[in-house]
Antibody, heavy 121, light 108 residues
Framework: QVQLVQSGAEVKKPGSSVKVSCTAS????????VTWVRQAPGQGLEWMGG????????TYAQKFQGRVTLFTDESTRTAYMDLRSLRSDDAAVYYC??????????????WGQGTLVTVSS | EIVMTQSPATLSVSPGETPTLSCRAS??????LAWYQQKPGQAPRLLIY???TRAIGIPARFSGSGSGTEFTLTISSLQSEDFAVYYC??????????FGGGTKVEIK
């Protein structure tokens, strides 16, 4: 099972961008699809998209198309989520997560600890 | 997009009771359904996948059933550490992968 450690909390102004990192350990990074899920305060879970590092290919939720980019750095076993043109409703905890080794876009066995992104002027 | 609907939104339960949580999909997701538990300030934890397969390390008191559009999560003899929010998630049709709105299991 892979362990995921995310970067620290961020405070951003509306219209700016945020980049959250997710570093994997304990398993071969390229064997896992990395998914990003966010959770607004007091709300449920929302899938943003995912990346399969070994190809690499990405899939995004239509809601975030054009505003989010997912990418990986194989050398540091790190996945990144870059979200642009931030709005107040982007304030949330952002999670990276992976499924089983060799899996695709399915369920999520390992989760990062979450990164709180605050959007405020 | 497949819409996942969980009911009830809140379930008040006493320790030792056996609550049943429901999850309904807007169209068939076959058995491609997972359940998660989330406690305050923590990341979700995978409980069940494939509608009924327990994830590694999950106690046997958690059981999932269903297929198609109707699913249930049963927690046999609820323990104090089980008070949390539970989410279902379908992975049959994507993008997007979709979650239910959650069921909060609270102390009665």
């Amino acid at each position: 099972q892979v362990q995921l450690v995310q970067s620290g909390a961020e405070v951003k102004k509306p219209g700016s961008s945020v980049k959250v990192s997710c570093t994997a350990s304990g398993a071969t990074f390229n064997n896992y699809t990395v998914t990003w899920v966010r959770q607004a305060p007091g709300q449920g879970l929302e899938w943003m998209g995912g990346i399969i590092p070994k190809f690499p290919t990405t899939t995004y939720a239509q809601k975030f198309q054009g505003r989010v980019t997912l990418f990986t750095d194989e050398s540091t076993r790190t996945a990144y989520m870059d979200l642009r043109s931030l709005r107040s409703d982007d304030a949330a905890v952002y999670y990276c997560a992976t499924g089983l080794a060799g899996g695709g876009y399915d369920f999520f066995e390992s989760w990062g600890q979450g990164t709180l992104v605050t959007v405020s002027s | 997009e497949i819409v996942m609907t969980q009911s009830p939104a809140t379930l008040s339960v006493s320790p030792g009771e056996t609550p049943t949580l429901s999850c309904r999909a807007s169209q068939s997701v076959s058995s491609n359904l997972a359940w998660y538990q989330q406690k305050p300030g923590q990341a979700p934890r995978l409980l069940i996948y494939g509608a009924s397969t327990r994830a590694i390390g999950i106690p046997a008191r958690f059981s999932g059933s269903g297929s198609g559009t109707e699913f249930t999560l049963t927690i046999s003899s609820l323990q104090s550490e089980d008070f949390a929010v539970y989410y279902c998630q379908q992975y049959n049709n994507w993008p997007p992968l979709t979650f239910g709105g959650g069921t909060k299991v609270e102390i009665k």
